[in-house]
């Protein structure tokens, strides 16, 4: 089956257009479930790996939107969230609240509105690739339009 086809792809892909038409999914004859294999892949920098981490507090979830060369940090997290209780989502939730699963996370067509926020590292890069909705698709995408096409809050939420 045409990885293009698959319905968690097709809305990733949808959305692009509708955001740029010039916009496409790229997809790979290797797997990009890690940033390390993504970066392989694709031939670029790990940095410009955008890692899509789901994190829960009590009763809500945010994507955290991560560099590939950095480590999500709990602590500036639950400062930015004003929450004491923060931990990643299981796989299950990460399926459940993004319509993904984990390799696959895309940064936009999430199954529920969840906030988003942006490591603000990853505008070290001028071009950034995210997962597309499938471990073997991403797209290519600017800083600035990462953050709009998300509506995500920029901050530092690395080690």
Known sequence: MNLLDKEPVKKVEKLLKKFDESQKVIVLETSARTAIEAASSLGCEVGAI???LLF???DIYTLCLVS???????NKIKKKLNKKDV???SADEVKNITGFTIGGVSPIGHSIKIDILIDNSLDRF???FAAAGHPN?????????L???????VGDIVE
Not at 68 to 74: E, I, P
Not at 139 to 144: E, L, M, Q, R, Y
């Open 50 to 52: 955008v890692k899509s």
């Open 56 to 58: 829960k507090t009590e």
């Open 68 to 74: 590939g060369d950095k480590k999500a940090s709990l």
């Open 87 to 89: 931990s990643m989502a």
């Open 126 to 128: 001028e071009i950034l």
């Open 137 to 145: 698709c991403v797209f290519k995408i600017t800083f600035n339009d």
């Open 147 to 153: 953050e709009k096409i998300s509506n995500g809050l």
